[in-house]
């Protein structure tokens, strides 16, 4: 099923398409940008919540800066002085946040129109041709992001991409969820947990130094489950330099496992997160004040958190940190379960 979403400044027409399954949750995803633009599951009292911050409509989605739901590549997060070295050539990238690159940089991908290429009651596949240069990286390639509904009130993004040429990928997704609705206010009474005994230290620009540091005794260590309030306010230098919570941890084990979760006491709605890579940036809506969203909500500081699973930042000029080079003709693939119960 799809709606009409709205019209661009270009005059392209957006599309809303909606997913569900029989347990009462609803998707909404745009091909402006494969973005998340509501996602609704059912409190405790079975009242149909909406937990993604977002717009009413695609001008928002245009014209915002909050990434509201974005897919981000072709490298989410940040890649220090806004280059990189590959096979003995240097690629300079545009930079968008100071000297560096954020999520891809000037150009991205939440800001384009994709192509639909299968839809159904539960599911959406959408396609994207990335030409060789753009955005600064090497490689003609096909972007596939694939959004499902599961009958266990999950939403699967499964991701799969090919290039003709070695090349940078970790895509990502940058939902902001508040598990109490959208328009709820502060996150900061939600519990957490992280499955990671360390973190990635960064300088005061926020790019991993390459020290891993475990969270044993410090406000990172959210392994047992905490409320985001308890420690988000200490005298701890890495909360200080990034105004909260956005850095990224370290997951305990390999493959496809839960690594994260989160829970309104108000609601009762959990959200559990799976992956199979190997970090998760967890953000804490430090930069949200001012925002005007969906149904007239302003969303404020903290109003909003980011689970966006990913190879650690910065890993291409760091050896010790897993590679995000994909070699030519090879298949990334990788997959993000949001699970609610």
């Known amino acids: 099923m799809k709606r009409a979403f709205g019209t661009l400044k270009t005059k392209e027409k957006a599309e809303l398409y909606l ?3 029989e347990k009462g949750m609803e998707v909404a995803i745009s091909d402006y940008g494969a973005t998340i633009v509501n996602v609704i599951v059912p409190d405790k009292e079975g009242h149909p919540t909406d937990v993604v911050l977002g717009y009413d409509d695609v001008s928002g989605y245009e014209k915002g800066d909050r990434v509201f739901g974005a897919f981000v590549g072709r490298v989410a997060n940040r890649i220090a002085g806004g280059s990189f070295t590959l096979n003995g050539k240097t690629y300079e990238l545009t930079k968008n946040d100071g000297d560096n690159t954020l999520h891809g940089g000037r150009d991205m991908m939440n800001k384009r129109m994709w192509k639909v290429e299968e839809s159904t009651d539960n599911s959406v596949t959408l396609s994207l041709d990335s030409p060789d240069g753009d955005q600064g990286f090497p490689g003609n390639l096909k972007l596939t992001v694939t959004y499902t509904v599961t009958p266990e009130n999950e939403l699967e993004i ?4 090919t290039a003709d040429a070695d090349t940078l990928l970790n895509l990502t997704n940058h939902s902001y969820f508040n598990l109490a609705g959208h328009d709820a206010g502060s996150i900061c009474d939600e519990k957490m947990m992280i499955d990671a005994d360390a973190f990635t230290e960064t300088d005061a620009e926020l790019i991993p130094t390459g020290t891993v540091i475990p969270v044993e005794g410090t406000p990172m260590d959210f392994r047992e489950g905490k409320k985001v309030a308890k420690e988000i306010g200490a005298d701890y230098k890495p909360l200080k330099l990034a105004g909260g919570y956005d850095h990224n941890w370290v997951l305990n084990g390999s493959g ?10 108000e609601t009762g709605i959990k959200m559990e997160v799976y992956t199979d890579l190997p970090g998760i940036q967890f953000y804490s809506g430090n930069f949200l004040a ?18 966006e699973t990913q190879y650690f930042p910065d890993a291409i000029h760091k050896d010790n940190f ?3 080079i994909t070699k030519a003709g090879e298949v990334y693939d990788t997959t993000t379960t949001y699970r609610f119960c």
């Open 19 to 21: 997913l569900k399954n």
């Open 290 to 307: 001012g925002a005007k969203g969906k149904q007239g909500a302003v969303y404020g500081k903290g109003c909003g958190i980011c689970f």
């Open 256 to 265: 496809f496992r839960k690594v994260a979760s989160a829970e309104s006491e």
């Open 158 to 161: 499964v991701y799969r991409s």
């Open 322 to 324: 897993e590679s995000p």
